[in-house]
């Protein structure tokens, strides 16, 4: 008996370290695009593998495991930013709360700075649209995208196209002048 637990766990480390390392690079770079925080995302990108830890050796493996981990993700990005919001309100006076982020300190390399303003055209979108956007960049299929998302798979198309309508003059506005990245 000991053994085959003994194999199973390993059986189970197996599968796991394979889905960390064919995910984890892809999930940190959609999470620091979704959050914008490199620093959260690191944070927040071990916590889903921990979730999968949790969820293969209690429930067993995810059925989708890419559309289960960014589904995740994006759960806890999204809960980030409520707590972050509770928090800023309660320490924050109200008159300051509702103002716009102060942006960015300009930096003198180019590539930085269109970072930047990518981020802060990202922000502009309504949620859905913004990780379906990053998902659909990341590579995910539209099915995926559909699970993750909790919509129809037929809508999901639509809603890329929206979203890139939406971003190219939402760049507009934050001041992207040299065209759509």
Same mark, same amino acid.
């Given at each position: 008996?000991?053994? $085959? =637990?003994?194999? &199973?766990?390993?059986? +189970?480390?197996? #599968?796991?370290? /394979?889905?960390?390392?064919?995910?984890?690079?892809?999930?940190?770079?959609?999470?620091?695009?979704?959050?914008?925080?490199?620093?959260?995302?690191?944070?927040?990108?071990?916590?889903?593998?921990?979730?999968?830890?949790?969820?293969?050796?209690?429930?067993?493996?995810?059925?989708?495991?890419?559309?289960?981990?960014?589904?995740?993700?994006?759960?806890?990005?999204?809960?980030?930013?409520?707590?972050?919001?509770?928090? $800023? =309100?309660?320490? &924050?006076?109200?008159? +300051?709360?509702? #103002?716009?982020? /102060?942006?960015?300190?300009?930096?003198?390399?180019?590539?930085?700075?269109?970072?930047?303003?990518?981020?802060?055209?990202?922000?502009?979108?309504?949620?859905?649209?913004?990780?379906?956007?990053?998902?659909?960049?990341?590579?995910?299929?539209?099915?995926?995208?559909?699970?993750?998302?909790?919509?129809?798979?037929?809508?999901?198309?639509?809603?890329?196209?929206?979203?890139?309508?939406?971003?190219?003059?939402?760049?507009?506005?934050?001041?992207?002048?040299?065209?759509?990245?």
């Amino acid at each position: 008996m000991l053994n $085959l =637990a003994k194999r &199973l766990n390993g059986d +189970t480390e197996a #599968r796991f370290r /394979a889905h960390y390392d064919a995910y984890h690079a892809a999930l940190h770079r959609y999470v620091c695009r979704l959050s914008g925080d490199y620093t959260a995302a690191e944070d927040l990108t071990q916590e889903v593998f921990v979730h999968l830890w949790r969820e293969m050796t209690t429930a067993g493996e995810p059925r989708l495991p890419r559309a289960w981990l960014y589904r995740v993700a994006t759960n806890l990005v999204i809960d980030r930013g409520r707590t972050l919001r509770r928090t $800023l =309100a309660f320490i &924050l006076p109200v008159s +300051t709360t509702t #103002r716009e982020p /102060a942006a960015p300190a300009v930096n003198a390399e180019e590539n930085v700075a269109r970072r930047q303003l990518v981020q802060r055209t990202l922000r502009r979108l309504p949620e859905p649209m913004r990780q379906c956007l990053l998902l659909h960049h990341e590579g995910i299929t539209g099915k995926e995208i559909a699970e993750i998302l909790g919509v129809k798979p037929s809508y999901v198309g639509t809603l890329v196209l929206r979203a890139h309508d939406r971003f190219k003059r939402e760049w507009e506005v934050v001041g992207g002048r040299d065209g759509v990245p």
